[in-house]
């Protein structure tokens, strides 16, 4: 079965720009879709094909996608981004999500 | 405005049923493609299941494959995990969530609905 790999946490100081990767092989020849979750809240989307934002979503969130490593990055980044991040990808039948990383902001 | 209201959780004993239903407002549910997804206490998400827009394709997650039923009845913008023989690792909040970019993505979720099995 297909699996994704995400680093546990990530920090990053207020106003820098935080990268979260997330390693599969041969991800670059998948769709990866990005979630933040809060706590207690229910996963949001902050980006779906690679690369697109969903309405809503701050330009400060992009995404990029090549090799075996799918990258989310957050600039400038914000006390309110501090989440959990998740992605996710579709393998033959099934949605393969990776553990999940969980961002502070310092 | 696009909303998801789950709901049908709460305590079960291992080996027994629920049912869960996922109410869909704000869209017309027969237009996309519907997901379950849950999390166990204090973990990652996992998806559960797949259906497709006229409800004649479904996929399951090895996990909970041959006990849980997805099903949807778009008339009643409605979504629904029949849930057997469960387990204690089956414990989680269950999360219906819509597939809008027909990506096998997931860019709406509802609140979630809690399934505790336990004796």
């Known amino acids: 079965s297909y699996e994704l790999t995400q680093p546990l946490s990530v920090s990053v100081a207020l106003g820098q720009t935080a990268r979260i990767t997330c390693g599969g092989n041969n991800i670059g020849g998948k769709n990866v879709h990005w979630y933040q979750q809060k706590p207690g809240q229910a996963p949001v989307m902050v980006m779906y094909r690679d690369d697109n934002r969903p309405s809503g979503v701050p330009e400060r969130f992009s995404g990029s996608n090549s090799g075996n490593t799918a990258t989310l990055t957050i600039s400038r980044a914000q006390a309110g981004d501090e989440a959990d991040y998740y992605c996710q990808v579709w393998d033959s039948t099934t949605a393969v999500f990776g553990g999940g990383t969980k961002l502070t902001v310092l | 405005e696009v909303q998801l209201v789950e709901s049908g959780g709460g305590l079960v004993q291992p080996g027994g049923s629920l049912r869960l239903s996922c109410a869909a407002s704000?869209?017309?549910?027969?237009?996309?493609?519907m997901n379950w997804v849950r999390q166990a206490p204090g973990k990652g998400l996992e998806w559960v299941s797949y259906?497709?827009?006229?409800?004649?394709?479904?996929y399951y997650a090895d996990s909970v494959k041959g006990r849980f039923t997805i099903s949807r009845d778009n008339a009643q913008n409605s979504l629904y995990l029949q849930m057997r023989s469960l387990r204690a690792e089956d414990t989680a909040v269950y999360f219906c969530?819509?597939?809008?970019?027909?990506?096998?993505?997931?860019?709406?979720w509802g609140q979630g609905t809690l399934v505790i099995v336990s004796s």
């Open positions: 969530a819509r597939d809008g970019f027909g990506e096998f993505s997931f860019d709406y």
């Open positions: 259906i497709s827009r006229s409800g004649t394709t479904l």
């Open positions: 704000g869209f017309t549910l027969s237009g996309y493609e």
